[in-house]
């Protein structure tokens, strides 16, 4: 009832090393112990949306029969992690040598080409095959930016504390699960796309149901909740930021990834039709 349909579990000969090599990754950052900060998690923001695109390529199937299961879901948030943790390590390393001036930037850089290159390259085969449509998608971002900028001004009207202590991480929060709202209310109530992950559509049903669905759709109900989710936690995260700054901003890193990463995928998987 909570997984979504569509999860893939590939050969153990390509589910083992990827295990194997995310725990040596994850390890290996675990000595470095490298710090993290609001710049950090904003860094590995074009990395959530880089994971996306590779998801995205594979429902064109883009990718060769023999390696295409790399990229299904769950396979492909690993595969993800151990290119965006491998770049983390390389720049601790530079940073270190002197190479490189802060680690974040490095990160930031790395993640933004890989997501562009792969994005440009999913724009072409939908252009390729005459159905890029952006419209929708546009909408999309600028209503959930909107939305985002409404929602954070709120925050830090009434819950001051939890905004400045949050921070950059906790708008990122906000926005990726707003986009991924956004993304999938247009796609419910517009585009007629099926939604795959169960809880979600019972929330989708329940906005259905409800006699403002003729008027104003269905999936305005799920955009609340995926932004009240999102404020809440960040609301309890609270505490937990000042007192151990570090492993919280993690955890809310991951957060903010479970909403941008879906988003990204539904608005790109919307531009090409």
């Given at each position: 009832m909570v997984l979504p349909e569509g999860f893939v579990v590939p050969p153990w000969y390509l589910l083992v090393p990827v295990i194997v090599i995310l725990g040596s990754v994850i390890a290996l950052l675990w000595a470095l112990e490298p710090p993290v900060t609001d710049r950090t998690v904003i860094a590995f923001a074009p990395w959530m949306m880089f994971g996306a695109s590779l998801h995205v390529l594979y429902k064109l199937a883009a990718f060769p029969p023999s390696i295409e299961l790399l990229f299904t879901a769950p396979m492909v948030y690993g595969v993800t992690?151990?290119?965006?943790?491998?770049?983390?390590?390389?720049?601790?390393?530079?940073?270190?040598?002197?190479?490189?001036?802060?680690?974040?930037?490095?990160?930031?850089i790395a993640?933004?080409?890989?997501?562009?290159?792969?994005?440009?390259?999913?724009?072409?085969?939908?252009?390729?095959?005459?159905?890029?449509?952006p419209f929708w998608p546009v909408i999309a971002v600028v209503v959930a930016g909107i939305v985002t900028a409404?929602?954070?001004?709120?925050?830090?009207?009434?819950?001051?504390?939890?905004?400045?202590?949050?921070?950059?991480?906790?708008?990122?929060?906000?926005?990726?699960?707003?986009?991924?709202?956004?993304?999938?209310?247009?796609?419910?109530?517009?585009?007629?796309?099926?939604?795959?992950?169960?809880l979600s559509l019972l929330l989708l049903e329940a906005g259905a149901a409800l006699p403002t669905a003729e008027y104003i759709g269905a999936g305005w109900l799920?955009?609340?909740?995926?932004?009240?989710?999102?404020?809440?936690?960040?609301?309890?995260?609270?505490?937990?930021?000042?007192?151990?700054?570090?492993?919280?901003?993690?955890?809310l890193a991951l957060v903010a990834a479970v909403g941008l990463g879906p988003a990204v995928h539904n608005t790109l998987l919307f531009i090409v039709g």
């Open positions: 992690a151990i290119i965006a943790g491998a770049v983390w390590i390389v720049a601790i390393f530079l940073h270190v040598g002197g190479l490189q001036r802060t680690i974040s930037r490095f990160v930031g993640g933004t080409a890989f997501f562009t290159v792969f994005t440009v390259f999913t724009l072409f085969l939908s252009i390729e095959n005459g159905t890029i449509a409404i929602a954070w001004v709120a925050l830090s009207l009434w819950f001051t504390d939890v905004a400045a202590t949050t921070g950059a991480t906790g708008a990122l929060v906000v926005f990726g699960h707003t986009l991924d709202g956004v993304t999938t209310a247009i796609g419910y109530d517009v585009l007629a796309a099926g939604e795959d992950v169960p799920f955009v609340l909740v995926k932004v009240a989710l999102a404020m809440v936690i960040l609301g309890l995260f609270r505490e937990y930021v000042e007192e151990r700054p570090q492993q919280a901003r993690i955890i």
